[in-house]
């Protein structure tokens, strides 16, 4: 098992940059493939990131792509999200996931081991 604890949201205004940590327990970090997802008040939780387990392989939803990055540092059992430009609509609290082999990246169903959340709001 692996335990997560996300870090680093704030209040930020639009055109800004935040920095998401997410520090996992354990001795097996490099074994996980690692995401971020984000929801919104009264919406479901939406795909926003994914980092294979070299870091070698990104993937990002559309509405993030070339504003947001994601890392991961396996001796420090951390994984990051960069959010550069963002924008209100990126309001939401953001989670981190971690799955030993998720069918899919894109789907909160294929990964087993979530953190609480940090929330993250954008004003204008």
């Known amino acids: 098992q692996v335990q997560l604890v996300e870090s680093g949201g704030g209040l930020v205004q639009a055109g800004g940059s935040l920095r998401l940590s997410c520090a996992a327990s354990?001795?097996?970090?490099?074994?996980?493939?690692m995401c971020w997802f984000r929801q919104a008040p009264g919406k479901e939780r939406d795909f926003v990131a994914a980092?294979?387990?070299?870091?070698?392989?990104?993937f990002y939803a559309e509405s993030v792509k070339g504003r947001f990055t994601i890392s991961r540092d396996n001796a420090k059992n951390t994984v990051y999200l960069q959010m550069n430009s963002l924008k209100p609509e990126d309001t939401a609290v953001y989670y981190c996931?971690?799955?030993?082999?998720?069918?899919?990246?894109?789907?909160?169903?294929?990964?087993?081991?979530w953190g609480q959340g940090t929330q993250v709001t954008v004003s204008l």
């Open positions: 996931g971690a799955d030993y082999r998720p069918p899919k990246y894109s789907s909160p169903s294929d990964y087993d081991y």
């Open positions: 354990g001795r097996t970090f490099s074994q996980y493939v």
């Open positions: 980092i294979t387990k070299s870091g070698g392989l990104t």
